[in-house]
């Protein structure tokens, strides 16, 4: 069982470039979500997404795009990296909304220099 | 808004000694989850509680939920070296446009020193 894939595991770009953090699971779920964590603090939610087509803001949105053309894959693209956004990223999925657990990949350690 | 905190956020414990995290929210859970990250690694789903009251034990930790349903605590008993790492708690918070978001706690980080 592969779960949730994240790729790459590790990145680091410099100011104003661009990049695709990818995500996806093989556990047929309709949601999925990207948080990201910053040393020693807790998840913020960016993005979430209820289904195929259907995407939405989170806590921390501004920098980011998502996409679900899918139901497995989730990528979420940072335009013009900015060092603010040196945090570790990580995707989730879940069954259904709030009362089941979520499944984590394994990040993605990013750096912007 | 409505939040989920933990306390406390750090706890540094001796080996064999017992460890609680607890969890409060601002608003009533129709139930709370709690997950576990080591240094480095990803959140880990570890439980679920859903009815008031409920006490889940698994192993040396015993999670508890609260009787009006809006606190929640994990106990450790004995700790050891592999219970290193950040506990969350987590819950469903109602957001604007209807539905309910799986809202994460600010996690306690507990290390344990032999």
């Known amino acids: 069982n592969a779960g949730v894939t994240q790729t790459p595991k590790f990145r680091i770009l410099k100011i104003g470039q661009s990049m695709t953090l990818q995500c996806t699971q093989d556990?047929?779920?309709?949601?999925m979500y990207w948080y990201r964590q910053d040393p020693g603090m807790g998840l913020k939610l960016i993005y979430y997404s209820v289904g195929a087509g259907i995407t939405d803001k989170g806590e921390v949105p501004n920098g980011y795009n998502v996409s679900r053309s899918t139901t497995e894959d989730f990528p979420l693209r940072l335009e013009l990296a900015a060092p603010s956004q040196t945090s570790v990223y990580f995707c989730?999925?879940?069954?259904?909304?709030?009362?089941?657990?979520?499944?984590f990949g394994d990040g993605t350690r990013l750096s912007i220099l | 808004g409505q939040q989920v905190m933990q306390i406390p956020q750090y706890q540094h414990v001796q080996e064999g000694e017992d460890f609680t995290t607890y969890c409060n929210s601002s608003?009533?859970?129709?139930?709370i989850q709690w997950y576990k990250q080591r240094p480095g690694g990803h959140p880990v789903f570890l439980i679920q509680l859903v009815k008031s009251g409920e006490v889940k034990k698994q192993k040396r930790l015993t999670f508890q939920f609260g009787e009006a349903k809006k606190n929640s605590s994990l106990h450790i008993t004995a700790t050891q070296t592999t219970d290193v790492g950040t506990y969350f708690c987590a819950g469903p918070i109602r957001v604007t446009g209807g539905g309910n978001k799986l809202t994460f706690g600010t996690g306690t980080q507990l290390k344990v020193e032999l």
């Open positions: 989730a999925s879940s069954r259904f909304e709030g009362d089941q657990p979520q499944h």
């Open positions: 608003t009533t859970l129709s139930n």
């Open positions: 556990m047929n779920h309709n949601y």
